[in-house]
């Protein structure tokens, strides 16, 4: 599985490249956006996952990145803006066996998609999200979306705006997710590991990805992506092991009770026994990190947040059925239109 840019041969016996899941479609994205590293990444890796590429499915809503499913060569759904997670939803409860994706942007899923987003999360149906975040609206043209940070100046909002962002990490955990992770755009190798964990993980998963728009909001992220910034300003989760970053690997997260310090593990008496290591299944550490993201002296912490367990929607919804069938028998289309009572109108 970690070879995600070789071949592999699915559970029927094809073998698949990245070429396979290439479509003859021309790519319209601006030149240098970062919608291509994310679609080259999603490329490379689903050779690697054994599923045959019928049982695949993207579906996406209005937006750059909603062209996604013409240039991903599985079925596909182009819908409508902000509803790309209720189509999905229809899609896993009419066959539960396949394997679907959405990809929204920051303003189609954060927006007016928010609202079907959250109550995707607490259903858990068995759905993988990825948000591609350029905090902006690329699409038309540059107006600020609901992850642009304050004072941002756009075309909508000319002497700066004056909404607090949305905290996309934040969000998912509050809506009870099941797995929230984050990754970037040139970063390559982790997004193709963030892209596996979610296809395996069993429950609705959720990548957030900083994606550059080299347009309308260009270095966006350079922070956390330059060579010159990027190890003091981004901190890789990995499940038990020390939260350390920085350049010389000399900088941790402490916890004062809740609350996270930065220390220098090598002054002040400090020792890598003080860093607190990182625990996947904690719902509480993970929102203490997502947090960060409200704090620039803090960095960005860019892998999986949480990954647990929970019974998903399909499951409870089959026990269910299951349980009305041997209770009440097979009734037919008629029988369950007129309901169990009917009147007449005189």
Request: proline share 4%; hydrophobic share 35%; net charge negative.
């Amino acid at each position: 599985m970690s070879n995600t840019n070789s071949s592999a041969t699915n559970g029927g016996g094809v073998v698949y490249t990245a070429k396979d899941f290439a479509t003859d479609q021309d790519v319209r994205w601006c030149p240098g956006c970062g919608d291509y590293s994310i679609l080259a990444q999603m490329q490379r890796t689903l050779p690697a996952m054994g599923i045959k590429r019928e049982d695949i499915v993207f579906v996406a809503g209005i937006g750059c990145s909603s062209r996604f499913p013409y240039y991903m060569n599985t079925y596909g759904i182009h819908s409508i803006h902000g509803r790309a997670t209720a189509v999905a939803t229809g899609v896993k409860l009419a066959n539960p066996e396949l394997c679907v994706w959405v990809t929204a942007g920051d303003g189609d899923l954060m927006s007016i998609g928010g609202n079907h987003f959250i109550h995707l999360l607490r259903r858990n149906l068995d759905i993988n999200i990825i948000l591609f975040n350029n905090k902006i609206y690329g699409l038309t043209k540059g107006q600020y979306s609901p992850t642009s940070e304050l004072g941002k100046v756009t075309k909508s909002t000319p002497f700066g705006s004056l909404d607090y962002p949305v905290n996309p990490i934040s969000l998912a955990l509050g809506a009870k997710s099941t797995f929230s992770a984050r990754a970037m755009d040139r970063d390559p190798k982790h997004l193709q590991e963030m892209i596996v964990r979610c296809c395996e993980h069993k429950g609705t998963s959720f990548l957030e990805v900083f994606q550059n728009c080299n347009i309308f909001n260009d270095g966006a992220f350079a922070l956390y992506t330059e060579k010159d910034t990027r190890d003091d300003h981004v901190l890789y989760l990995e499940n038990g092991k020390p939260m350390i970053f920085g350049k010389q690997k000399n900088l941790g997260i402490k916890l004062d009770g809740m609350k996270p310090i930065i220390i220098d593990i090598n002054k002040d008496g400090n020792s890598i026994n003080d860093v607190v290591v990182h625990n996947e299944k904690s719902r509480e550490l993970a929102f203490v990190l997502s947090e960060f993201a409200e704090h620039p002296e803090f960095p960005a912490p860019m892998g999986v947040f949480l990954d647990i367990e929970r019974e998903t929607f399909e499951e409870r919804l089959t026990a269910q059925t299951n349980l009305v069938k041997e209770r009440e028998g097979e009734k037919d289309f008629d029988t369950l239109l007129r309901g169990s009572s009917t009147w007449e109108i005189n």
